[in-house]
């Protein structure tokens, strides 16, 4: 026999949770839009302290900043769409040639498939009119206004990240501020890092494969190098979902081509997977293969997209407060949070420089303020 007894209060606290759980699914698109925000303010917040430390007002370095993200995003989009609308236009026109060629590129190989009378029925006039044009064109605008969103949301953040600070202190007890201090750090050079290391990877994606797709003589390389590097951004099979849009292009100039351009980016793939990404991540995110397969698949499975996208930096940061946890349960343990020695892509200075090392920084004490060295 079990006998549960709960005061006005307890119930009260039930209740409110229940509530704010509510409210948050209720409003679970405009949680994932602030989510989103707060990760780009922890990859841009060390340059804005940076130019803030060089005497720019705040308000300026936000403009700064935005400005100059906004130029880079417009005209990678910018070369990026073109190359997307005139290669969209060709397979529409040469589809049933590319199907022929296809179907006798597999022949060699055994392999006996119908592509080029499926292609001539193929109605594109239903493709694109009517109510997939409709649907198509309403996520675009969504995808704007969310966008809009994110960047008004980030640039408030950015601003206000002191008195946000200082405002989270207000509840917490004098004696808990420099764990607080410690573990908002933590989190902003773990989740800001591995924006800013994603940024690197999609910059030697790109880079590679416009290099391949000049070297192949593959028509719109710029674009097809852009958006490689897009979805280099999906975590796990970002770089193979990369491969087919470039491969196909090549194939359609020949076979011969699109071979060379699959082996040097399959080659490559595998070079960011061994080399690339464990040395431009280093200790960043400090999860292990099978927490970052289990991360990408649930986030996957809950939120689509955006939660793939989200899986790493969640996971990172859930990892950063399960090792406060047990530093706090036993401050004797060899966990500690994750605390990089440099942040990855960050500009680095005096002042960065001067902060202690991860072997000299003491790890949180059990009874409040950590001790000075």
């Known amino acids: 026999m079990v006998k549960f007894e709960l005061s006005a209060k307890g119930m009260l606290l039930i209740g409110a949770a229940a509530l704010a759980a509510w409210a948050v699914v209720q409003v679970w698109a405009v949680v994932i839009l602030v989510i989103v925000a707060f990760i780009f303010m922890a990859a841009l917040l060390p340059y804005l302290e940076w130019l803030v430390r060089k005497g720019v007002p705040r308000a300026g370095a936000v403009a700064i900043i935005l400005v100059a993200v906004l130029a880079i995003i417009g005209g990678l989009f910018s070369a990026v769409i073109p190359a997307i609308v005139e290669e969209f236009g060709s397979i529409r026109d040469d589809l049933p040639q590319d199907a022929q060629r296809l179907e006798e590129f597999l022949q060699n190989f055994g392999i006996d ?173 400090g999860l292990q293969p099978m927490v970052v397969l289990l991360a990408v698949l649930v986030g996957g499975e809950l939120l689509g997209i955006p939660g793939i996208l989200l899986a790493l930096p969640a996971a990172a940061a859930l990892k950063v407060g399960i090792d406060f946890f047990l530093d706090r349960r036993d401050p004797t343990n060899a966990l500690s949070p994750i605390m990089p020695d440099s942040e990855v892509l960050a500009p680095d200075d005096e002042v960065t420089r001067a902060k202690p090392s991860r072997r000299s920084r003491l790890r949180f004490g059990r009874g409040g303020r950590a001790p000075r060295e």
């Not at 001539?120 to 675009?140: C, F, H, L, P, T």
């Not at 953040?157 to 002191?162: H, K, V, Y």
């Not at 202190?169 to 773990?190: K, T, Y």
């Not at 490689?228 to 011969?256: H, K, N, Q, Y």
């Open 113 to 285: 498939v119908e592509l080029s009378d499926r292609a001539q029925e193929i109605d594109w006039g239903e493709i694109i009119s009517g109510r997939v044009a409709v649907d198509y064109g309403q996520r675009v605008v969504f995808g704007i206004l969310s966008a809009g969103t994110v960047i008004v949301l980030t640039a408030y953040l950015l601003n206000d990240a002191p008195k946000m600070k200082a405002y989270l202190f207000r509840f917490l007890p004098h004696a808990r501020e420099a764990e607080a201090d410690q573990v908002i750090e933590a989190l902003g050079r773990v989740v800001g890092g591995y924006i800013r290391g994603q940024i690197i990877t999609s910059v030697l994606i790109s880079a590679f494969t416009l290099v391949v797709l000049l070297a192949a003589g593959v028509p719109n390389a710029l674009g097809f190098a852009i958006l490689a590097g897009f979805a280099d951004v999906i975590p796990l099979v970002g770089a193979f979902i990369a491969i087919i849009p470039v491969t196909f292009a090549a194939f359609r100039e020949s076979s011969a081509q699109a071979i060379g351009v699959l082996v040097a980016l399959l080659f490559y793939q595998q070079l960011e997977d061994r080399y690339i990404v464990p040395r431009v991540y280093g200790s960043t995110l």
